[in-house]
């Protein structure tokens, strides 16, 4: 995506314009609407990659520097997608690549009803994406750095949301052992279905 040169005015996002990060923002300005964007339907070129990066706490980067404006953040996160070779910004006439150095979203609000097979779960993005674990929306554990545990939820598609810190502790609060495939098993039930949890303990560290 070229960029135009240095005498180029200030945007709302404290970017030149004319960048890649304003002609993005015009292209999806024609697009905007309600929920996120029909991107699997799009197929546009691939234009190449951006200096724009998500970071492991779910912060949005361009050019190294944050993006300050939450409203612009939750714009793009419309228009995300993860193809098999890389994360992608869909519009209707180009695909850019960015970096994502885990999951694109951050959980940082939890709601819970109930207990045990009745138990629902609901969780809040940091984009203010609202998903409720099940079926289309699961959870799934990886094994953090020094017996810690990474939880997630997906959001759509091939989108997942990682639990901050507090919510991690707060989730496996809720766990339980169960006998599964001839063993004792620490997981969390919701809605019917029961997640098993890659920790020895229902107290081991968050990573």
Known sequence: MAQDGPDSTRNPSGQPSGDALSRLSAALGAVKGRGPAPVERWNPAYCGEIDMRIDAEGTWFYMGTPIGRPALVKLFSTVLRRDPERFVLVTPVERVG????????????????????????AFRTNVDDLVQVGPGHPLRFEAGPGGGVKPYVRVRGDLWARLTRALTYDLLDLGEERDLDGGRTFGVAVSGAFYPIPVPEADGAAA
């Open 98 to 121: 960015i970096a994502v150095a885990d999951a694109p979203f951050a959980a940082v609000e939890m709601a819970v009803a109930g207990a045990g097979e009745a138990r629902s779960i």
